[in-house]
């Protein structure tokens, strides 16, 4: 049975998910060390914000088929070193907007009215009305920095205490702005025109320190900043300085550089509310979130795709359900091109004919790859590190889409060019879902693929497909079935013999001394 290791508390919906395939451990607060022990036993790790998954622990997890992030920041993840290991890593992009988006409009009613403040002296035993008067956000601009789902949702909610909305994402359309009623502006903009600054971002080397020393001087003196995004977006130390000298008037912070917040002087500011990492903390989003991400794990422990991976291409259900029997036509193909290019190739043509010529059959690509590298890495290489390796080994892929077609409604072409020279091969499925190889080296053919295959090329003469056959059946090898595609009569010709036994040792090189056979290539599928 496979083994989870849930490493952060999640709800225990997930749990029960994930225990109808798998022996499930829940140990929370293991530090690094502690995971790296144990990790070897595990295929999949559930996980929120609390555990960082270190480029030693993904090393380390060499039973690992999955990461899950049962949340929206992957940030805590070593993703390029869990893709290079053919680990999946998924997350639950939508399981939380609304929790975090609650959060930093709570967060920015909480700074405007000083209600922290105001509960601890009410609890204190006072009564200090006139200490805590309040700014209204009624007719104030508000600046959405990231107008992703949380931005969004921060947006609309927003507009309706009667806010304007300032958003800057370089990557939102001005449609998608109009429609949600924000002005797209540049952050220069923003910055100088907001009265509050809501962060709404990932963690990238673009975002940052986004908010620093420099970016703060633009602000009106007034503006209030809250981050319920990520620590690291706003210089804590800038941020602090701002505070102290009274350049800005308040932050909410519910993020921070370093999680747990250690010594810090943001705790002895009074216009500053703090709070510790609290934006997923719904029962709502909890159960949301443990349930998207269990079941994603639950369905790769089974050999189903995940629908939220952030290293491999996601794919709707329905193009999935097109291409998934053309996936293993491309790696069959793949396989194929790469044996008779001689394993080590320099470069992979992929062209995508008919009904396949189109940006959705991306992962034919990935699969072709896949099958090209199967004979050096086996099952080292898999959909989520196929192209990487490729690349690694200075493979260069060329993809090609025609919408054209002659006797299939979708075929795959492959030419690699490998230490035997160039060869290609193309395939096709019948409608009954069987894969066909309908051309190698350009000669016409129509063969199964089989675990064992022998291509001669040869000179389209009389009796030597006789020769052939007699020269196997006197090895004792079972011809299962055989195809001879040429282009011109008595010219070049191919021969394709799929083969119900292994070649024996020496029957190649007996093959390629019939006269008129110019090459030979065994296969194994
Ligand atoms: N405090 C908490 O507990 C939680 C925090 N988060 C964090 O909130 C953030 C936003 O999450 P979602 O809205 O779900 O993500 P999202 O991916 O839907 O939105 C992010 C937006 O940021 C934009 N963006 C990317 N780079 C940018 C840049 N350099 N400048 C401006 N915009 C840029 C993107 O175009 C996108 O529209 C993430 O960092 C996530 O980790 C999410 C959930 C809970
Ligand atoms: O989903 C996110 O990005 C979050 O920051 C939530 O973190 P958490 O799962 O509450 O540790």
Request: charged content about 20%.
């Amino acid at each position: 049975m496979a083994k989870v290791l849930v490493s952060d508390s999640i709800d225990p919906v997930g749990v029960e998910i994930l225990s109808q395939v798998a022996q499930v451990d829940v140990k929370t607060g293991l530090s690094a060390e502690e995971i790296i022990q144990i990790i070897p036993e595990y295929d999949a790790l559930m996980l929120r914000s609390s555990t960082r998954v270190t480029k030693e622990i993904v090393e380390a997890g060499s039973k690992l088929q999955i990461i899950g992030r049962a949340g929206v920041g992957v940030d805590n993840i070593d993703v390029p070193a869990a893709t290079r290991q053919g680990i999946i890593v998924v997350n639950s992009p939508e399981g939380n907007t609304i929790a975090a988006a609650e959060h930093a409009l709570a967060m920015m009613l909480s700074l405007s009215r000083h209600i922290p403040d105001a509960n601890q002296s009410v609890k204190a035993n006072k009564w200090e009305r006139n200490r805590f008067i309040g700014t209204e956000v009624y007719k104030k601009n508000l600046g959405v920095v990231g107008l992703g789902k949380i931005g969004s949702h921060v947006a609309t909610v927003a507009r309706s205490l009667g806010m304007k909305i300032l958003a800057y994402d370089p990557f939102i359309s001005k449609e998608r702005a109009d429609q949600l009623g924000c002005t797209l502006v540049d952050l220069e903009l923003l910055f100088a025109e907001s009265d509050f600054i809501t962060l709404h971002v990932p963690k990238t080397p673009e975002t940052q320190h986004l908010i620093g020393r420099e970016t703060i001087a633009k602000m009106k003196p007034t503006v209030r900043i809250i981050n319920c995004s990520r620590g690291g977006i706003i210089d804590e130390l800038a941020l602090i300085e701002a505070l102290e000298s009274g350049r800005i008037a308040g932050a909410a912070l519910d993020v921070f550089e370093q999680e747990p917040l250690g010594e810090s002087r943001l705790r002895e500011l009074s216009n500053v509310i703090l709070t510790p990492h609290l934006g997923a903390s719904t029962t709502e989003a909890q159960v949301g979130v443990a349930i998207d991400v269990a079941e994603q794990i639950r369905d790769v422990l089974l050999g189903l795709p995940a629908r939220s991976a952030v290293n491999i291409p996601g794919l709707t259900p329905d193009v999935m359900e097109k291409l998934r029997p053309y996936l293993q036509l491309a790696e069959t193909m793949g396989n194929l091109v790469s044996q008779l290019a001689g394993g080590r190739c320099d470069s992979l043509n992929v062209r995508l004919q008919g009904e396949l010529a189109t940006k959705d059959s991306q992962p034919l690509v990935v699969a072709a790859i896949k099958g090209l590298l199967s004979q050096a890495l086996r099952e080292r290489v898999n959909y989520v590190n196929a192209a990487i390796e490729a690349k690694e080994r200075g493979i260069r892929v060329i993809e090609t889409r025609d919408a054209s077609t002659r006797d299939y409604s979708g075929s795959i072409h492959l030419e690699a060019n490998g230490s035997m020279g160039t060869h290609s091969v193309t395939g096709a499925l019948l409608s009954n879902g069987e894969i066909r190889i309908t051309d190698l080296d350009e000669f016409p053919i129509n063969v199964p693929p089989s675990n064992h295959m022998l291509f001669t090329l040869h000179q389209d003469m009389p009796g030597i497909i006789g020769k052939i056959g007699a020269l196997l059946g006197s090895f004792n090898v079972n011809i299962a079935s055989m195809q001879v595609g040429r282009k011109i009569i008595r010219g070049d010709a191919v021969m394709a013999l799929s083969l119900d036994d292994p070649l024996p040792e020496g029957l190649l090189s007996e093959i390629t001394k019939v006269p008129g056979i110019r090459d030979a290539y065994t296969v194994k599928l």
